[in-house]
């Protein structure tokens, strides 16, 4: 403490600044806070009288963070889905991901209890991945907003009742904050390595939505929205962070307060479907692809429906009759094409006139904002920036690739994942276009890598 006070005053930081840091550590013992803060204002006094500064370096009040707030991505990812609406929350710990599940926790039991105190969510630590998810899609199914939280292993864990959520048609969310792998890897490190696995996860022909948030401003509104759109499209919605986004304090904005209401997606009560008389679970009776569905306990003899993970027609049918299954199948693929428009777009930054342009999504946004300036500063050249932010991915990337003679794909992977996923969504003329810029020793991307990798292979 007397340490404290002498670089209080050699620093020229203001005593109250110190006395209110002392008094909230202290804050329920005023004996050890008077006892704590006379040592300070001991050695403030001693240095004032005794020591000459030497060196030009002071402390000042800056207001440059005025209305700034600081989060981690795992706490607004936790957050989102608070404001969405969740009330199951399936998991099992896994570094680095358990601070989202502790995070949600806390604010459940500060915002999710009646009056009289009774809890109306339900956290369950699963025995493992598997059965989390497995509790988060038969939450889904009945009706409740549910999710988990993993990281890669817990992912290669999730693939077969993944599967089921997409060919069943089942609603959650799983964040995966991804670290370094395959195995186990380095957990304390990061990575942007689950891209490929996630996207296809579980066998058979499968895609899944992802949404990929670039800040932790980012993660509450994916956190938020994630919850609409896998009830909307009635499928298991990823949302992928990093163990440097989720785990590491960021400066943000603070968090807008939604302003829509949660979009439920196509359920039918009892009196639609006294109205109806009704419905097939898998038709496809409004051409977007996306069938109607009921919640158990809904009061009606016809709305009840077999939820089948093996070979089914549009009324919930078994069946193993090729042209039933291949239409299931079909329709799956066109309300995977329709997510195209409702998950997030991405952001772009364009001038018109460069020929080149960089790609990338997730935390390496930081790294490519400042090695755009270095390549401006040092080689006076602009480039072009788009940042994906889901999959499946938005024509607007299909535009921006064509505009561009070359486009250089950032990402932190060895296989170049995000490029690989490009190549099989553009048209093949554009295909030859792309190139890697590729960061995988487990740190963060820095921008300095990029720039220098940049200029080696354009030449400069």
Same mark, same amino acid.
């Given at each position: 403490?007397?340490?404290?006070?002498?670089?209080?005053?050699?620093?020229?930081?203001?005593?109250?600044?110190?006395?209110? /840091? &002392?008094?909230?550590?202290?804050?329920?013992?005023?004996?050890?806070?008077?006892?704590?803060?006379?040592?300070?204002?001991?050695?403030?006094?001693?240095?004032?009288?005794?020591?000459?500064?030497?060196?030009?370096?002071?402390?000042? $009040?800056?207001?440059?963070?005025?209305?700034?707030?600081?989060?981690?991505?795992?706490?607004?990812?936790?957050?989102?889905?608070?404001?969405?609406?969740?009330?199951?929350?399936?998991?099992?710990?896994?570094?680095?991901?358990?601070?989202? &599940?502790?995070?949600?926790?806390?604010?459940?039991?500060?915002?999710?209890?009646?009056?009289?105190?009774?809890?109306?969510?339900?956290?369950?630590?699963?025995?493992?991945?598997?059965?989390?998810?497995?509790?988060?899609?038969?939450? /889904?199914?009945?009706?409740?907003?549910? @999710?988990?939280?993993?990281?890669?292993?817990?992912?290669?864990?999730?693939?077969?009742?993944?599967?089921?959520?997409?060919?069943?048609?089942?609603?959650?969310?799983?964040?995966? &904050?991804?670290?370094?792998?395959?195995?186990?890897? @380095?957990?304390?490190?990061?990575?942007?390595?689950?891209? *490929?696995?996630?996207? #296809?996860?579980?066998?058979?022909?499968?895609? $899944?939505?992802?949404?990929?948030?670039?800040?932790?401003?980012?993660?509450?509104?994916?956190?938020?929205?994630?919850?609409?759109?896998?009830?909307?499209?009635?499928?298991?919605?990823?949302? %992928?962070?990093?163990?440097? *986004?989720?785990?590491?304090?960021?400066?943000?904005?603070?968090?807008?307060?939604?302003?829509?209401?949660?979009?439920?997606?196509?359920?039918?009560?009892?009196?639609?479907?006294?109205?109806?008389?009704?419905?097939?679970?898998?038709?496809?009776?409004?051409?977007?692809?996306?069938?109607?569905?009921?919640?158990?306990?809904?009061?009606?003899?016809?709305?009840?429906?077999?939820?089948?993970?093996?070979?089914?027609?549009?009324?919930?049918?078994?069946?193993?009759?090729?042209?039933?299954?291949?239409?299931? @199948?079909?329709?799956? *693929?066109?309300?995977?094409?329709?997510?195209?428009?409702?998950?997030?777009?991405?952001?772009?930054?364009?001038? /018109?006139?460069?020929?080149?342009?960089?790609?990338?999504?997730?935390?390496?946004?930081?790294?490519? /904002?400042?090695?755009?300036?270095?390549?401006?500063?040092?080689?006076?050249?602009?480039?072009?920036?788009?940042?994906?932010?889901?999959?499946?991915?938005?024509?607007?990337? $299909?535009?921006?690739?064509?505009?561009?003679?070359?486009?250089?794909?950032?990402?932190?992977?060895?296989?170049?994942?995000?490029?690989? #996923?490009?190549? *099989?969504?553009?048209?093949?003329?554009? &295909?030859?276009?792309?190139?890697?810029? %590729?960061?995988?020793?487990? #740190?963060?991307?820095?921008?300095?890598?990029?720039?220098?990798?940049?200029?080696?292979?354009?030449?400069?």
């Amino acid at each position: 403490m007397v340490y404290v006070g002498v670089v209080a005053q050699i620093l020229n930081i203001d005593l109250s600044v110190v006395e209110k /840091g &002392v008094k909230k550590q202290f804050a329920k013992k005023q004996k050890v806070f008077d006892l704590n803060f006379g040592a300070v204002k001991a050695g403030y006094d001693f240095a004032q009288e005794k020591l000459v500064k030497q060196d030009p370096y002071f402390i000042e $009040h800056s207001n440059q963070t005025a209305g700034k707030i600081i989060i981690d991505g795992n706490a607004a990812c936790g957050m989102g889905a608070v404001f969405a609406g969740v009330t199951v929350v399936a998991w099992y710990p896994i570094t680095p991901s358990t601070s989202l &599940v502790e995070a949600t926790t806390d604010l459940l039991k500060k915002f999710r209890v009646t009056p009289e105190g009774k809890a109306t969510f339900a956290v369950v630590q699963a025995e493992d991945e598997l059965a989390a998810i497995g509790m988060v899609l038969g939450a /889904g199914w009945a009706g409740a907003r549910s @999710m988990t939280s993993t990281s890669g292993p817990g992912i290669s864990l999730m693939a077969e009742f993944s599967g089921l959520g997409y060919y069943a048609e089942l609603p959650g969310v799983i964040f995966d &904050v991804q670290r370094t792998g395959p195995s186990t890897g @380095m957990p304390t490190r990061t990575q942007q390595a689950d891209l *490929l696995s996630t996207v #296809l996860l579980s066998h058979g022909d499968t895609k $899944h939505i992802v949404l990929l948030p670039g800040s932790v401003k980012e993660c509450f509104e994916f956190g938020y929205a994630a919850f609409d759109i896998a009830e909307r499209f009635q499928t298991p919605v990823f949302v %992928l962070t990093d163990l440097d *986004l989720g785990m590491n304090n960021w400066m943000s904005d603070p968090f807008a307060y939604p302003d829509k209401p949660l979009d439920r997606g196509k359920v039918l009560t009892a009196e639609d479907l006294n109205r109806l008389g009704g419905f097939a679970r898998y038709r496809d009776v409004d051409g977007d692809a996306i069938g109607w569905r009921t919640l158990p306990g809904t009061p009606h003899p016809k709305a009840a429906y077999f939820t089948r993970g093996s070979g089914h027609n549009d009324a919930a049918g078994y069946t193993e009759k090729p042209g039933e299954y291949q239409a299931i @199948m079909e329709r799956l *693929l066109r309300k995977f094409e329709n997510a195209r428009k409702a998950a997030p777009a991405p952001v772009v930054v364009k001038d /018109g006139t460069s020929k080149m342009g960089f790609i990338a999504f997730g935390s390496s946004d930081f790294a490519v /904002g400042e090695s755009l300036d270095q390549i401006r500063k040092e080689h006076k050249l602009d480039v072009d920036y788009l940042r994906v932010r889901a999959y499946p991915f938005a024509h607007e990337i $299909h535009d921006f690739v064509a505009s561009h003679e070359r486009v250089y794909v950032i990402e932190q992977n060895r296989d170049a994942q995000l490029a690989s #996923l490009l190549k *099989l969504d553009l048209p093949a003329e554009e &295909v030859v276009k792309l190139r890697s810029i %590729l960061h995988y020793n487990g #740190l963060p991307i820095d921008a300095r890598s990029i720039t220098d990798e940049f200029a080696t292979k354009e030449g400069l």
